[in-house]
T-cell receptor, first 112, second 115 residues
Framework: DQQVKQNSPSLSVQEGRISILNCDYT??????FLWYKKYPAEGPTFLIS?????DKNEDGRFTVFLNKSAKHLSLHIVPSQPGDSAVYFC???????????FGTGTSLTVIP | DAGVIQSPRHEVTEMGQEVTLRCKPI?????LFWYRQTMMRGLELLIY????????DSGMPEDRFSAKMPNASFSTLKIQPSEPRDSAVYFC?????????????FGPGTRLTVL
């Protein structure tokens, strides 16, 4: 059973607007969350992470928000750029920390 | 460092044939992970190693799948016999230690097609 879910397979936004990618998880033991970005024919690359002791982490145009009570996190990209077009994977890990649980990914298209 | 290296990048084979995927992790990394990417399940962890020792292989779908890590710089994932439903992209990733703040570094993947 998928412990990390990304219910939107795809998302299209206009260049310059905000992109919001969502992720839900079921395991309350998860305490560290990551977002990976994947271009075609390449492996996923780390983008941004957040610990459960925080509710927000920002890195340039990218911000991740965590709502522990709702078991929900989101990635905001502002402003969106055409180069942001990629598949974004959400991942979570528990205190043992050895295994990442990935979602199914959301394909983002930023329209120039 | 060249990053995680995987070979081959593409593999096309016929049902029933043996397939071997190869991975060279980043030097100095203690952990190595094998993933399979499918549309339905996203990135699934198949198996991971710590210091060349398999730690968790519960994600390996069937006995047809096996993985080895004979030394710190090389790992293989073998499928024997292969089936069309094994068609997917297989990724290898490595990470430096068990500190969860360190992300996993992925290779470019091997796209496997089983006819």
């Amino acid at each position: 059973d998928q412990q990390v879910k990304q219910n939107s397979p795809s998302l299209s936004v206009q260049e310059g607007r905000i992109s919001i990618l969502n992720c839900d998880y079921t395991n309350s033991m998860f305490d560290y969350f990551l977002w990976y970005k994947k271009y075609p024919a390449e492996g996923p690359t780390f983008l941004i992470s957040i610990s459960s002791i925080k509710d927000k982490n920002e890195d340039g145009r990218f911000t991740v928000f965590l709502n522990k009570s709702a078991k929900h996190l989101s990635l905001h990209i502002v402003p969106s750029q055409p180069g942001d077009s990629a598949v974004y994977f959400c991942a979570a890990t528990d205190p043992a920390g050895n295994q990442f649980y990935f979602g199914t990914g959301t394909s983002l298209t930023v329209i120039p | 460092d060249a990053g995680v290296i995987q070979s081959p990048r593409h593999e096309v084979t016929e049902m029933g044939q043996e397939v071997t995927l190869r991975c060279k992790p980043i030097s100095g990394h203690d952990y190595l992970f094998w993933y399979r990417q499918t549309m339905m399940r996203g990135l699934e962890l198949l198996i991971y190693f710590n210091n060349n020792v398999p730690i968790d292989d519960s994600g390996m779908p069937e006995d047809r799948f096996s993985a080895k890590m004979p030394n710190a710089s090389f790992s293989t994932l073998k499928i024997q016999p292969s089936e069309p439903r094994d068609s997917a992209v297989y990724f290898c990733a490595s990470s430096p230690d068990r500190d969860r703040g360190n992300e996993q570094f992925f290779g470019p993947g091997t796209r496997l097609t089983v006819l």
